[in-house]
């Protein structure tokens, strides 16, 4: 089992910067990759950002390419986005994910607001 805690999100003006980090526990060896996805209201869940748990190798969707970083701290088994001018559309629930073998785990989510 692998355990996910997301924190960093709150509500930010245009322009502003945040940065999400993800702690994982259990199983830390099983994970190949983790990522970050978000959800805003009434739309569909959308990946932001891949990271391999070990390389560092990383993937962006391409509309998050240049605002937002994607990063790993293996000593702490954390993973962070560090998002730079924040738009409104930006605003989502975001969630941390970790991709094993077997099978996926989310966390619980973090909200992130960007006000006009």
């Known amino acids: 089992q692998v355990r996910l805690v997301e924190s960093g999100g709150g509500l930010v003006q245009a322009g502003e910067s945040l940065r999400l980090s993800c702690a994982a526990s259990?199983?830390?060896?099983?994970?190949?990759?983790m990522g970050w996805h978000r959800q805003a209201a009434g739309k569909q869940r959308e990946l932001v950002a891949i990271i391999t748990f070990d390389g560092g190798s990383t993937n962006y969707a391409d509309s998050m390419k240049g605002r937002f970083t994607i990063s790993r701290d293996n000593a702490k088994n954390t993973i962070y986005l560090q998002m730079n001018s924040l738009k409104p559309e930006d605003t989502a629930v975001y969630y941390c994910?970790?991709?094993?073998?077997?099978?996926?785990?989310w966390g619980q989510g973090t909200q992130v607001t960007v006000s006009s």
């Open positions: 994910n970790a991709y094993t073998r077997f099978r996926d785990y």
């Open positions: 259990g199983t830390i060896f099983s994970i190949d990759r």
